[in-house]
């Protein structure tokens, strides 16, 4: 079981990632300059994906930061940088075929199970 001292930090982190995401969402949709590109969420993940890359280097073996800002706070913010990263620790293990099938399957089941979602909700 995990101890409460560890929940409290990822809930925090999430907390704030969470707020940080929707606050930031907002405001790049009110400067958007296409509306048929969703440009506030590819900018989102993108910065959370270097945010990943950054954090990991910093703090891979700090239990404590890795609780609160990589899996709270970018968990918050976006699980789009947990994937990038485990795809690109799939590479970089040479687990190639893994990280293609990976990204395939996240990707093309992701939409069709939105979609079935969707369509069962209505």
Do not use: D
């Amino acid at each position: 079981m995990q101890s409460i001292i560890s929940l409290v930090y990822v809930g925090l982190g999430g907390f704030i990632g969470a707020i940080l995401r929707w606050s930031l969402g907002n405001a790049l949709k009110k400067i958007q300059i296409n509306e048929n590109f969703p440009i506030a969420t590819l900018f989102i993940n993108l910065l959370g994906c270097f945010g990943i890359g950054w954090a990991y280097a910093l703090w891979e073996s700090n239990p404590n930061a890795k609780l609160i800002f990589i899996i709270g706070f970018l968990g918050g913010f976006t699980t789009f940088s947990t994937f990038a990263y485990e795809v690109l620790s799939l590479i970089k293990n040479g687990n190639t075929l893994h990280a293609i099938a990976y990204v395939a399957l996240s990707s093309v089941a992701g939409v069709c199970l939105v979609w079935l979602g969707l369509k069962l909700s209505s």
